[in-house]
């Protein structure tokens, strides 16, 4: 697995952008960026993946550097809640595992 | 409604008991997997199974069994072995080899 890098924590304020960054700069070409996160107690929740475009769904958008050495997860409007950790993962191309290390501890503020 | 299964939410057990752990799904996954997570910690992959009657060792299998006799089903035994096996277990199902794994509620173990 290619490893990442993510800030600890971080605030937001309720109705405004979170943008949470990635750093994943040993990734190999064909392998994928996902985004998971885990609301406290619970298990953890896909949200997004993607390769080299931006990716968006119900829940949030991807941006990937062109280089592919970044990325960040954008919650367009955060609500509390939104506050969560939330988990970069680069599986290995032919990896059956998901490896979550510490994430970002997301807090949405009123 | 589609999903994934864990019982109980909480568990207590005496220390040198073994205890089994439930997981069920009816999303028609083969592929299940058990992960442990420690306060503060990320998941850590104890065991996954690819298929019916076929189970392989994850990070951290050392203390841990289980069996996959049905698609559905994926049971884990915390046995004596475990040294420190308190924690949450999660389980999870996802189409073998795509990485958009589906989580239970999770079981919080903790043993006396």
């Known amino acids: 697995d290619a490893k990442t890098t993510q800030p600890p924590s971080m605030d937001c304020a309720e109705g405004r952008a979170a943008n949470l960054p990635c750093n994943h700069s040993t990734i190999s070409g064909n392998e994928y960026v996902y985004w998971y996160r885990q609301i406290h107690s619970q298990g953890p929740q896909y949200i997004i993946h993607g390769l080299k475009n931006n990716e968006t769904n119900e829940m949030a958008s991807l941006i990937i550097t062109e280089d592919r050495k970044s990325s960040t997860l954008i919650l367009p409007h955060a609500t509390l809640r939104d506050t969560a950790v939330y988990y970069c993962i680069v599986p290995g191309s032919n990896d059956y595992k998901l490896s979550f290390g510490a994430g970002t501890t997301v807090t949405v503020r009123a | 409604d589609g999903g994934i299964t864990q019982s109980p939410k909480y568990l207590f057990r005496k220390e040198g008991q073994n205890v089994t752990l439930s997981c069920e799904q009816n999303?028609?996954?083969?592929?299940m997997y058990w992960y442990r997570q420690d306060p503060g910690q990320g998941l850590r992959l104890i065991y996954y199974s690819q298929i019916v009657n076929d189970f392989q060792k994850g990070d951290i299998a050392e203390g841990y069994s289980v069996s996959r006799e049905k698609k559905e089903s994926f049971p884990l035994t915390v046995t004596s072995a475990q040294k420190n096996p308190t924690a949450f277990y999660l389980c999870a199902s996802s189409i073998w080899l795509d990485n958009e794994q589906f989580f239970g509620p999770g079981t919080r173990l903790t043993v006396l």
């Open positions: 999303l028609n996954h083969d592929a």
